[in-house]
């Protein structure tokens, strides 16, 4: 299994970035693809229209969420990763860091490009906006 670890600032604060990971149109919008979103421990979500899936492990407001997640991709056979996200505050906005382990062998690259690519840089747009 492999494991990623990025991090990202954004111009806005930890409540609000928090706020809208956990929120299925708000999601949807800084993305770009439909998210639904159960907004609750134990809850299930979709994101981009239905490629990713999973289940709401820990919910810490504005700091911390963890969730059981998984792609389209990952082999029938392959467990749930997991997705550990933390916002910490700063003075200019909030920054993400993003750990995603338990990755089935050979994705690892794959999904770090896609947080950056289809996550990140949106996020930054969406956000700069705000």
Not at 87 to 101: A, M, N, P, Q, V
Not at 110 to 116: A, L, P
């Amino acid at each position: 299994m492999e494991k990623i670890k990025l991090s990202e600032v954004f111009s806005i604060n930890a409540d609000e970035l928090f706020s809208a990971w956990m929120n299925s149109k708000k999601h949807s919008d800084f993305t770009g693809g439909k998210a639904i979103i159960q907004s609750k421990v134990g809850g299930k979500f979709t994101a981009w229209d239905g490629y990713i899936s999973g289940k709401t492990l820990e919910l810490k407001p504005y700091s911390k969420i963890i969730q059981a997640w998984r792609t389209t991709e990952f082999p029938n056979y392959a467990p749930d990763s997991k997705l550990e996200i933390l916002f910490d505050e700063l003075k200019t906005g909030t920054r993400l860091t993003l750990i995603h382990s338990n990755i089935p062998e050979g994705q690892g690259k794959d999904y770090e490009k896609g947080w950056i690519e289809f996550y990140f840089e949106p996020m930054k747009l969406y956000f700069s906006k705000k």
